[in-house]
Protein backbone atom coordinates (compact mmCIF):
# COMPACT_ATOMS: atom_id res chain seq x y z
CA UNK A 1 0.00 0.00 0.00
CA UNK A 2 1.24 3.23 -1.02
CA UNK A 3 -0.20 5.84 1.65
CA UNK A 4 1.08 8.97 0.43
CA UNK A 5 -0.70 8.14 -3.12
CA UNK A 6 -3.93 7.25 -0.88
CA UNK A 7 -4.00 10.17 0.54
CA UNK A 8 -3.10 12.39 -2.58
CA UNK A 9 -6.56 11.12 -3.91
CA UNK A 10 -8.62 11.64 -0.91
CA UNK A 11 -10.47 14.87 -0.66
CA UNK A 12 -9.26 15.82 2.71
CA UNK A 13 -6.20 16.45 0.86
CA UNK A 14 -7.25 17.35 -2.40
CA UNK A 15 -4.86 19.92 -4.14
CA UNK A 16 -2.09 19.05 -1.85
CA UNK A 17 1.33 17.56 -3.10
CA UNK A 18 2.71 14.70 -1.65
CA UNK A 19 5.34 16.50 0.37
CA UNK A 20 3.40 18.91 1.87
CA UNK A 21 1.06 15.99 2.88
CA UNK A 22 4.16 14.30 3.94
CA UNK A 23 4.81 17.96 6.11
CA UNK A 24 1.14 18.00 7.37
CA UNK A 25 1.32 14.35 8.56
CA UNK A 26 3.77 15.44 11.19
CA UNK A 27 1.30 18.05 12.10
CA UNK A 28 -1.75 16.07 12.30
CA UNK A 29 -0.44 13.06 14.22
CA UNK A 30 -2.37 10.59 12.94
CA UNK A 31 -2.79 7.03 14.53
CA UNK A 32 -3.40 3.71 12.70
CA UNK A 33 -5.81 1.11 12.93
CA UNK A 34 -6.47 -2.30 11.67
CA UNK A 35 -10.06 -4.08 11.89
CA UNK A 36 -10.54 -7.48 10.46
CA UNK A 37 -13.71 -7.95 8.40
CA UNK A 38 -17.17 -7.57 10.54
CA UNK A 39 -15.63 -5.65 12.80
CA UNK A 40 -17.19 -2.55 14.60
CA UNK A 41 -14.71 0.59 13.44
CA UNK A 42 -17.24 2.46 15.58
CA UNK A 43 -20.72 2.01 17.33
CA UNK A 44 -23.66 3.38 17.91
CA UNK A 45 -23.13 5.38 20.86
CA UNK A 46 -19.35 6.17 20.59
CA UNK A 47 -17.63 9.57 20.44
CA UNK A 48 -14.84 10.06 18.28
CA UNK A 49 -12.35 13.48 18.25
CA UNK A 50 -11.28 11.60 15.29
CA UNK A 51 -11.76 11.53 11.16
CA UNK A 52 -11.29 8.12 10.22
CA UNK A 53 -9.91 7.77 6.59
CA UNK A 54 -10.08 4.60 5.09
CA UNK A 55 -6.19 3.16 3.64
CA UNK A 56 -7.53 -0.26 2.33
CA UNK A 57 -10.52 -2.04 2.61
CA UNK A 58 -14.13 -0.98 2.57
CA UNK A 59 -16.89 -0.24 5.13
CA UNK A 60 -20.13 0.51 5.39
CA UNK A 61 -22.32 3.25 7.51
CA UNK A 62 -25.00 1.40 8.91
CA UNK A 63 -28.15 1.66 11.51
CA UNK A 64 -29.60 -1.11 13.27
CA UNK A 65 -32.29 -1.40 15.49
CA UNK A 66 -33.13 -3.40 19.09
CA UNK A 67 -33.68 -6.20 17.02
CA UNK A 68 -30.57 -6.09 15.25
CA UNK A 69 -32.04 -5.20 11.57
CA UNK A 70 -29.88 -3.56 9.44
CA UNK A 71 -30.31 -0.23 7.34
CA UNK A 72 -27.41 0.47 5.16
CA UNK A 73 -26.83 4.27 5.14
CA UNK A 74 -23.97 4.54 2.97
CA UNK A 75 -20.55 2.80 1.45
CA UNK A 76 -17.39 3.63 2.32
CA UNK A 77 -14.70 2.66 -0.01
CA UNK A 78 -11.03 2.68 0.31
CA UNK A 79 -9.51 6.14 0.37
CA UNK A 80 -12.41 7.66 1.49
CA UNK A 81 -13.48 9.57 4.62
CA UNK A 82 -16.18 8.83 7.93
CA UNK A 83 -17.00 10.36 11.14
CA UNK A 84 -16.44 13.68 9.96
CA UNK A 85 -19.76 15.24 11.36
CA UNK A 86 -19.20 13.30 14.45
CA UNK A 87 -15.69 14.54 15.16
CA UNK A 88 -16.50 18.31 14.13
CA UNK A 89 -19.83 18.37 16.78
CA UNK A 90 -18.54 16.03 19.45
CA UNK A 91 -21.84 14.27 19.16
CA UNK A 92 -22.24 10.57 20.23
CA UNK A 93 -22.64 8.68 16.95
CA UNK A 94 -26.30 7.35 15.85
CA UNK A 95 -24.90 5.01 13.25
CA UNK A 96 -22.13 2.40 13.12
CA UNK A 97 -19.60 1.78 10.87
CA UNK A 98 -18.86 -1.85 10.37
CA UNK A 99 -15.73 -3.06 8.24
CA UNK A 100 -17.04 -4.89 5.09
CA UNK A 101 -13.42 -6.52 4.35
CA UNK A 102 -10.00 -6.41 6.58
CA UNK A 103 -9.76 -2.80 6.70
CA UNK A 104 -6.52 0.11 7.48
CA UNK A 105 -8.02 3.15 9.18
CA UNK A 106 -6.18 6.58 9.87
CA UNK A 107 -7.05 8.40 12.23
CA UNK A 108 -6.89 12.16 12.00
CA UNK A 109 -7.70 14.37 15.57
CA UNK A 110 -10.12 16.52 14.27
CA UNK A 111 -8.52 19.21 16.61
CA UNK A 112 -5.44 18.95 14.74
CA UNK A 113 -6.85 20.10 11.28
CA UNK A 114 -9.21 22.83 12.84
CA UNK A 115 -6.41 24.06 14.84
CA UNK A 116 -3.15 25.72 13.69
CA UNK A 117 0.29 23.95 14.60
CA UNK A 118 3.38 25.48 15.72
CA UNK A 119 4.68 25.71 12.35
CA UNK A 120 2.12 27.36 11.02
CA UNK A 121 1.40 24.97 8.00
CA UNK A 122 -0.21 26.43 4.99
CA UNK A 123 -2.23 23.94 4.00
CA UNK A 124 -4.46 23.61 7.29
CA UNK A 125 -6.94 26.20 5.57
CA UNK A 126 -7.40 23.96 2.55
CA UNK A 127 -7.44 21.06 4.59
CA UNK A 128 -10.26 22.99 6.29
CA UNK A 129 -12.26 23.87 2.79
CA UNK A 130 -11.96 20.05 1.83
CA UNK A 131 -13.61 18.75 5.12
CA UNK A 132 -16.58 21.10 4.75
CA UNK A 133 -16.22 19.69 0.72
CA UNK A 134 -16.73 16.64 2.09
CA UNK A 135 -19.46 16.99 4.67
CA UNK A 136 -21.72 18.61 1.89
CA UNK A 137 -21.25 15.84 0.01
CA UNK A 138 -21.97 13.14 2.37
CA UNK A 139 -25.50 15.27 3.05
CA UNK A 140 -26.04 14.80 -0.76
CA UNK A 141 -25.75 11.23 -0.64
CA UNK A 142 -28.19 11.17 2.01
CA UNK A 143 -30.46 13.10 0.02
CA UNK A 144 -30.24 10.52 -2.84
CA UNK A 145 -30.82 7.88 -0.35
CA UNK A 146 -33.66 9.47 0.87
CA UNK A 147 -35.00 9.57 -3.02
CA UNK A 148 -35.21 6.27 -3.24
CA UNK A 149 -37.09 5.46 0.45
CA UNK A 150 -39.61 7.69 -0.72
CA UNK A 151 -40.46 5.50 -3.59
CA UNK A 152 -43.59 3.10 -2.35
CA UNK A 153 -43.09 -0.07 -4.33
CA UNK A 154 -39.82 -2.01 -3.76
CA UNK A 155 -39.87 -1.99 -7.72
CA UNK A 156 -39.62 1.98 -7.66
CA UNK A 157 -36.94 1.80 -5.40
CA UNK A 158 -35.13 -0.81 -7.53
CA UNK A 159 -35.89 1.55 -10.33
CA UNK A 160 -34.65 4.53 -8.52
CA UNK A 161 -31.24 3.36 -7.10
CA UNK A 162 -30.16 1.28 -10.72
CA UNK A 163 -31.20 4.71 -12.91
CA UNK A 164 -28.68 6.47 -10.29
CA UNK A 165 -25.90 3.73 -10.62
CA UNK A 166 -26.32 4.00 -14.23
CA UNK A 167 -26.22 7.47 -14.53
CA UNK A 168 -22.72 7.80 -11.97
CA UNK A 169 -21.55 5.06 -14.33
CA UNK A 170 -22.57 6.99 -17.03
CA UNK A 171 -23.55 3.63 -18.59
CA UNK A 172 -26.38 1.12 -18.91
CA UNK A 173 -23.77 -1.28 -17.67
CA UNK A 174 -22.17 -0.98 -14.26
CA UNK A 175 -21.65 -3.03 -11.31
CA UNK A 176 -23.49 -1.92 -7.21
CA UNK A 177 -21.54 -2.16 -4.55
CA UNK A 178 -23.52 -4.55 -2.59
CA UNK A 179 -24.57 -8.32 -2.56
CA UNK A 180 -28.52 -9.12 -2.58
CA UNK A 181 -28.98 -8.59 1.37
CA UNK A 182 -27.21 -5.85 1.41
CA UNK A 183 -28.82 -3.91 -1.78
CA UNK A 184 -32.30 -4.76 0.43
CA UNK A 185 -30.77 -3.50 3.79
CA UNK A 186 -29.62 0.05 2.07
CA UNK A 187 -33.30 -0.21 0.50
CA UNK A 188 -34.74 -1.10 3.56
CA UNK A 189 -36.99 -3.93 1.93
CA UNK A 190 -37.69 -7.78 2.12
CA UNK A 191 -34.64 -8.87 0.82
CA UNK A 192 -37.46 -12.11 -0.88
CA UNK A 193 -39.55 -9.71 -2.21
CA UNK A 194 -36.73 -7.59 -3.89
CA UNK A 195 -35.04 -10.29 -5.57
CA UNK A 196 -39.02 -11.85 -6.52
CA UNK A 197 -38.81 -8.16 -7.95
CA UNK A 198 -35.58 -8.11 -9.83
CA UNK A 199 -36.45 -11.53 -11.59
CA UNK A 200 -39.89 -10.10 -12.27
CA UNK A 201 -38.23 -6.66 -13.62
CA UNK A 202 -35.17 -9.03 -15.99
CA UNK A 203 -38.55 -11.22 -17.35
CA UNK A 204 -39.89 -7.84 -18.75
CA UNK A 205 -36.94 -7.10 -19.82
CA UNK A 206 -36.62 -3.80 -18.24
CA UNK A 207 -32.97 -5.27 -16.69
CA UNK A 208 -30.45 -7.74 -17.26
CA UNK A 209 -28.03 -8.88 -14.30
CA UNK A 210 -25.64 -11.31 -13.02
CA UNK A 211 -24.74 -11.14 -9.28
CA UNK A 212 -23.30 -7.14 -8.91
CA UNK A 213 -23.72 -6.61 -12.76
CA UNK A 214 -26.42 -4.92 -14.09
CA UNK A 215 -27.43 -3.56 -17.69
CA UNK A 216 -30.54 -1.48 -18.09
CA UNK A 217 -32.28 -1.64 -21.05
CA UNK A 218 -33.90 1.13 -22.48
Known amino acids: MDTLNVLEKNVLFSG ?54 RNILAVKPAGSLFAEVYAASSLPLDVSIIAVERCTVMLIPIDKISAPCTKSCQRHSKMIENLLLSISTQSLQLNRKLMHMSCRTTREKLMSYLSEQAHLAGSDSFEIPFNRQQLADFLAVDRSAMCAELSKMQQSGIISFTKNKFLIHR
Do not use: V
Request: one cysteine or more.
Open 16 to 69: IGQDEIKNLLKCLSPAIRRFERGAYILCNGDSTDSIGLLLEGSAHIIREDIWGR
